[in-house]
């Protein structure tokens, strides 16, 4: 069976955790128009879940979340 793989791009604010108004989630938007073959996602840099949830409806359909267990 042939396997049918495309590149994924990931909007990602390198800040962490990143405040609310750093994400710019407009630009899983603007990928989603530059690069219609891909896969676009969100790498979530932010505290909560609303943020992923958010990016989902925009388009997003991979998403990485980085959390820390222990900060000591």
Known sequence: ???NLRPAILQCTAG???ALEELDLRVIDTCRDRFPGAVIGFSSHDNGIAMP???YMLGAR???KHFTLNRA
């Open 53 to 55: 949830v958010a990016a």
């Open 62 to 64: 991979i998403v990485e």
């Open 1 to 3: 069976m042939p396997i």
């Open 16 to 18: 962490y955790p990143a």
